[in-house]
DNA sequence: ATACATGCAAACACTTTGCAGCACA
DNA sequence: TGTGCTGCAAAGTGTTTGCATGTAT
C-alpha cells in the first residue's frame, strides 16, 4: 500500500493549496480539466480522500451539501452562509477544553469534535437586509 | 398556506416522538409502514422538512449520512460513532459564550452553531478495543 | 514485474420534485 | 369548494465502485 506520485495527484493537491476557498470536489475538478488536463472526476474524490487522510489538506464535512476542501490542516471552524452557502474560516481559539464539560459520556471515546457556525456573510447580509 | 392536520403528519410526529434514538426518516418511514399504514417516503420527507421548521422536531444535519431528528427539541449537541454511525446525545451545557471568542467576523450575522463530536460508542470500543 | 492509479460509466445513497388525484377545512 | 396533501415515479445531487487499461517504482 505506497502511494504514488501521480500527475494527477499532484494536481489535485497543489489545486487545492492554490485554492483558498474552501473548494467542493466539483470546483476542484474544473479547475484543473480548465487547464486542459485530462482527469475524471473519480480521480479527484478518490485522491481527495488519499490527501486528506494522509492530511496533507483538510475535509470539512458539510451537511446539506457538498463537502469541501481546505489547504489549512490546522484544526479550526467553518461557518456556512445559508444564503449563498459559502463555506467561510473562523477566527477562534481552538476549543480543547470542550471535552471537560461533557457529562455522562465516561464510556465513549471522543476523539474529534467540528464546530459548523450558520448564518450570513457580509455580502448576503446586506443584500437580504 | 395553512397547515393541515393529516394522518399522515400526525404519524411523521408521533413516530418521532415515540423513538429516542435519533431516526432517520428511512428509519422513521419503516417504522410506519410496519405499522400497517400507507404511506410514501415521500410524505415522511415533507413532513419532517415541515415539523422542523415549525419547531416540533429537530433536524439534525449529518455529514456524509443520512440526516436524523430528534423529538427533543431543546438545542445541544450530538456524538456521531464512527464504527456503527449511531447518534448519541451530548450532555454539555450550550455555549453561548462560543460567539465573544469569535475574532474578525464582525460583517458577518451568526445565527447558530453546531456541534458534532466523533469517536466511539461504548460498544464499538469494546469491540474494537 | 507488479502493485497501485486511472478513466469511464454505472451504481449508490439520500433527498426533492412533477403530476394527477384525494381530502381536510 | 378550493387549497393543501398524498402516492408514485422520476429526476437531482453528491459520492463510490467495478473493470479494463495504464503507469510509477
Request: some cysteine; proline content about 5%.
Given at each position: 500500500?505506497?502511494?504514488?506520485?501521480t500527475?494527477?495527484?499532484?494536481?489535485?493537491?497543489?489545486?487545492?493549496?492554490?485554492?483558498?476557498?474552501h473548494?467542493?470536489?466539483?470546483?476542484i475538478?474544473?479547475?484543473?480539466?480548465?487547464?486542459?488536463t485530462?482527469?475524471?472526476?473519480?480521480?479527484?474524490?478518490?485522491?481527495?480522500?488519499?490527501?486528506?487522510?494522509?492530511g496533507?489538506?483538510q475535509?470539512?464535512?458539510?451537511?446539506?451539501?457538498?463537502?469541501?476542501?481546505?489547504?489549512?490542516t490546522?484544526?479550526?471552524?467553518?461557518?456556512?452562509?445559508?444564503?449563498?452557502?459559502?463555506?467561510?474560516?473562523?477566527?477562534?481559539?481552538y476549543?480543547?477544553?470542550?471535552?471537560?464539560?461533557i457529562?455522562?459520556?465516561e464510556?465513549?471515546?471522543?476523539?474529534?469534535?467540528d464546530?459548523?457556525?450558520?448564518?450570513?456573510?457580509?455580502?448576503?447580509?446586506?443584500?437580504?437586509?
Open positions: 500500500m505506497k502511494n504514488r506520485n500527475l494527477q495527484r499532484r494536481l489535485v493537491l497543489e489545486t487545492v493549496q492554490r485554492m483558498h476557498n473548494p467542493t470536489a466539483d470546483e475538478y474544473r479547475e484543473i480539466a480548465a487547464e486542459n485530462l482527469i475524471s472526476k473519480a480521480t479527484v474524490y478518490r485522491n481527495l480522500k488519499i490527501l486528506s487522510q494522509q496533507e489538506i475535509h470539512i464535512p458539510i451537511p446539506d451539501g457538498a463537502d469541501c476542501f481546505d489547504f489549512n490546522i484544526p479550526h471552524y467553518h461557518l456556512e452562509c445559508r444564503h449563498c452557502l459559502r463555506v467561510f474560516d473562523v477566527s477562534m481559539p476549543q480543547t477544553k470542550l471535552y471537560d464539560q457529562e455522562g459520556c464510556d465513549f471515546l471522543i476523539e474529534s469534535h464546530i459548523l457556525f450558520r448564518g450570513l456573510c457580509p455580502e448576503c447580509r446586506a443584500e437580504t437586509g
